[in-house]
Antibody, heavy 121, light 110 residues
Framework: EVQLLESGGGLVQPGGSLRLSCAASGFTFGSYAMSWVRQAPGKGLEWVSAISSSGGSTYYADSVKGRITISRDNSENTLYLQLNSLSADDTAVYYC??????????????WGRGTLVTVSS | QTVVTQEPSFSVSPGGTITLTCGLNSGSVSTSLYPSWYQQTPGQAPRTLIY???TRSSGVPDRFSGSILGNKAALTISGAQADDECDYYCVLYMGSGISVFGGGTKLTVL
C-alpha cells in the first residue's frame, strides 16, 4: 500500500524557515517523480514544486521560486521541501504527492494527508 | 499569466449527470496538457479521480469519466450520489515541469 507521510509543519515567524519531510513507502520511491502541492485555509489547491525521480531536475511555481527548495533522498525514501523567507501568504497545508508512471508532472495518483505550516508572529 | 478556469459552483440532482469543465484564459485545452481531476472533501486530502485526460485512478468508479469537450477538459459524473458533494479541481501541465491548478468547483447534490 502506497503511503506518504508528511511532517515538519508548525508555527513559524515571518521571515523564518522550515523544512518539510515526506516519508514514502509501498512503492519504489526512486522510480517516481514527486511534487508538493499546498492549500491555504479556505482556498484552492496550488502546485508548488516538483522533482524528477533521480532528483536531477527540479521545478517551482513562480510564487515560491527563489525561496523554496525541493530535494529527495532516494536511499531514505524521503522527499523534502525547504521553505525560506516565509510570509503569511505561505500559510497552508502542504501535501506531498506521487506522480503516476508515465504521463506528466500534473498526473498524481497518491497524496499524503498534509502538514500545516502557519506563518505568524 | 496562465489561468486555469473552472465553474465556481454547480449543482446536480441525485442520480443526475453533470459535466464540469476546465479551460484556459488564453488558448485551448488538449490532451497535450495532460488534464487531471481531483476530488476533495473539506478537511481531507485530495483524491485522484482522473489523470492524463481520461485515465481513471485505481478504485475510481466508472461513473467518473474524463474527456476533451471543445476547447476544454471535462469531468463527467453520472448517477450523482450524495457523497459526490465536495470540491473538484483540475490541473493542467504547462510544460517544463510546471503545473497549474484551476480554482476548483464546489458541487452540490440536491
Amino acid at each position: 500500500e502506497v503511503q506518504l507521510l508528511e511532517s515538519g509543519g508548525g508555527l513559524v515567524q515571518p521571515g523564518g524557515s522550515l523544512r518539510l519531510s515526506c516519508a514514502a513507502s509501498g512503492f519504489t520511491f526512486g522510480s517516481y517523480a514527486m511534487s508538493w502541492v499546498r492549500q491555504a485555509p479556505g482556498k484552492g489547491l496550488e502546485w508548488v514544486s516538483a522533482i524528477s525521480s533521480s532528483g536531477g531536475s527540479t521545478y517551482y511555481a513562480d510564487s515560491v521560486k527563489g525561496r523554496i527548495t525541493i530535494s529527495r533522498d532516494n536511499s531514505e525514501n524521503t522527499l523534502y521541501l525547504q521553505l525560506n523567507s516565509l510570509s503569511a501568504d505561505d500559510t497552508a497545508v502542504y501535501y506531498c504527492a506521487k506522480k503516476v508512471a508515465g504521463g506528466s508532472f500534473a498526473s498524481i495518483d497518491y497524496w499524503g494527508r498534509g502538514t500545516l505550516v502557519t506563518v505568524s508572529s | 499569466q496562465t489561468v486555469v478556469t473552472q465553474e465556481p459552483s454547480f449543482s446536480v440532482s441525485p442520480g443526475g449527470t453533470i459535466t464540469l469543465t476546465c479551460g484556459l484564459n488564453s488558448g485551448s485545452v488538449s490532451t497535450s496538457l495532460y488534464p487531471s481531476w481531483y476530488q476533495q472533501t473539506p478537511g481531507q486530502a485530495p483524491r485522484t479521480l482522473i489523470y492524463s485526460t481520461n485515465t481513471r485512478s485505481s478504485g475510481v468508479p466508472d461513473r467518473f469519466s474524463g474527456s476533451i469537450l471543445g476547447n476544454k477538459a471535462a469531468l463527467t459524473i453520472s448517477g450523482a450520489q450524495a457523497d459526490d458533494e465536495c470540491d473538484y479541481y483540475c490541473v493542467l501541465y504547462m510544460g517544463s515541469g510546471i503545473s497549474v491548478f484551476g480554482g476548483g468547483t464546489k458541487l452540490t447534490v440536491l
